[in-house]
């Protein structure tokens, strides 16, 4: 059974870090490549970054770059996302998402206020 188990959300104050995790489990992690996405109320979910699975190429979203990182670890089957100076417009569920051609995995998200 494929999981994808998102942890770390929560309520920070602006200008504050959050580390989430994703702990996966139920098919091959180190041949996917690993994303967080997120999601805000009513607004589409995005693209937060990306991390290829034998090179760990890094890809983000631009208003992301200079303070996210997104890393993995194979042999504990876990994606990071450390995110550094959070603003209030970060609010949203962060979501894992594991992929190859033709077959993609969700988890539930885990939830990130950022809120004074």
């Known amino acids: 059974q494929v999981r994808l188990v998102e942890s770390g959300g929560g309520l920070v104050q602006p200008g504050g870090s959050l580390r989430l995790s994703c702990a996966a489990s139920?098919?091959?992690?180190?041949?996917?490549?690993m994303s967080w996405y997120r999601q805000a109320p009513g607004k589409e979910r995005e693209l937060v970054a990306r991390?290829?699975?034998?090179?760990?190429?890094?890809t983000y979203a631009d208003s992301m770059q200079d303070r996210f990182t997104i890393s993995r670890d194979n042999a504990k089957n876990t994606v990071y996302l450390q995110m550094n100076s959070l603003k209030p417009e970060d609010t949203a569920v962060y979501l894992c998402?594991?992929?190859?051609?033709?077959?993609?995995?969700w988890g539930q998200g885990t939830q990130v206020t950022v809120s004074s």
């Open positions: 991390i290829t699975s034998v090179s760990s190429r890094t």
């Open positions: 139920g098919f091959a992690f180190s041949s996917y490549t």
């Open positions: 998402n594991a992929g190859v051609t033709g077959i993609r995995y």
